[in-house]
């Protein structure tokens, strides 16, 4: 995928899968064993927000951070499951075995300044995208936090030694934020991030309406979407099946605000949604991903209409698998 001539490759990661500066997670140590490392996929960075996020609440993100916010204090943070805390062992191995994910993180993490001031993303050699949310509670807020964001990168950016896209997430489930209205607000922050003069690509997910995305991308400031974030718990009963996964019409991860849904159920309707998106007649590149547990996942993606795919739950569901995707994308695209 070729954005403003800066070549990203066939397939990035879904943001955050391997931290905000792709040094993984400790549980990675152990996944690596089976196979698990990325060569070959284009990093994206975990999720940052303006402002730091490191005391879990409803309004600061659910996972403990160590003291310098960079990585999860639990081995195997509560609010994500599957994990092997006591209780949760049971319904941990049928979600392996569904191969499905549910995460309530609520985008933890030290902030903008602090990741920028590392310099760690300055010293990249290779192209890559930077992902930030707007958290606050209001648009007006939301794009006044991106105005300042926009205006720290440009202050760093100068000092990059690699091409760099910019990733807008407007569709984490975590945060609860109202996402019915977005078109104002996308095309109008689109036009304060144009400053960077870089690629951009906003993030959805899939509730996001096909005609909504379209008249978004028609930007002359969007390169490209991204889709799907997660689908926030209980959202499309008609075509998932929360009680059948789960056992239960409440989220295991009720006490973290529900979470978002991730993994196989996705699938077929990410699917569904870029062929829906393409027939609508959106032209821009769609990076593509949910549900990629295999590579036959990645040529069904392609056959859809998706210009690339990112991968995510599939380092965790099925990391063994991880590389042979990677190629199948280097295959298709």
Known sequence: MKLREIDFGPILDASGVEGFFGEGYIHHELLRLSGLHFYGSTFVAKTTTLNARLVPSAKQGNMPMTGDGLRPKEFSPRCILPNFHYGNITLSMRMFRL???????????????????????????????????????????????????????????????????????????????????????????????????????PKF??????????????????????????????????????????????????????????????????????LKARKAGLTKPINVGGGILSPEDVTCLREMGASSVFIGSVANLRPWRVQSIIQRAYEVF
Not at 104 to 109: C, E, M, P, R, Y
Not at 236 to 263: H, N, Q, R, T
């Open 205 to 274: 997910n899939i509730l996001t309406p096909v005609e909504t995305a379209k008249k978004i991308s028609e930007h002359t400031s969007c390169d490209a979407i991204c889709v799907s974030n997660t689908i926030p718990w209980g959202k499309l009963p008609d075509k998932i099946d929360w009680k059948g996964l789960f056992g239960s019409d409440v989220s295991p991860l009720a006490e973290f605000g529900g979470g978002g849904l991730s993994g196989a159920p996705l699938l077929p309707l990410v699917a569904e949604w870029v």
């Open 99 to 201: 191969g499905i994910m549910l995460n309530a993180v609520g985008l933890s993490g030290p902030g903008a300044k602090t990741l920028f001031e590392t310099r760690r993303w300055q010293q990249k050699t290779e192209p890559f995208f930077i992902s930030f949310m707007s958290v606050a509670s209001t648009p007006k807020e939301r794009l006044a936090e991106l105005e300042q964001f926009v205006a720290l990168f440009a202050k760093y950016l100068p000092d990059f030694n690699a091409p760099v896209g910019l990733q807008i997430n407007f569709s984490c489930p975590n945060v609860g934020l109202d996402t019915s209205c977005l078109v104002a607000e996308v095309t109008t922050g689109l036009d304060m991030a144009s400053a960077l003069k870089i690629p951009q690509m």
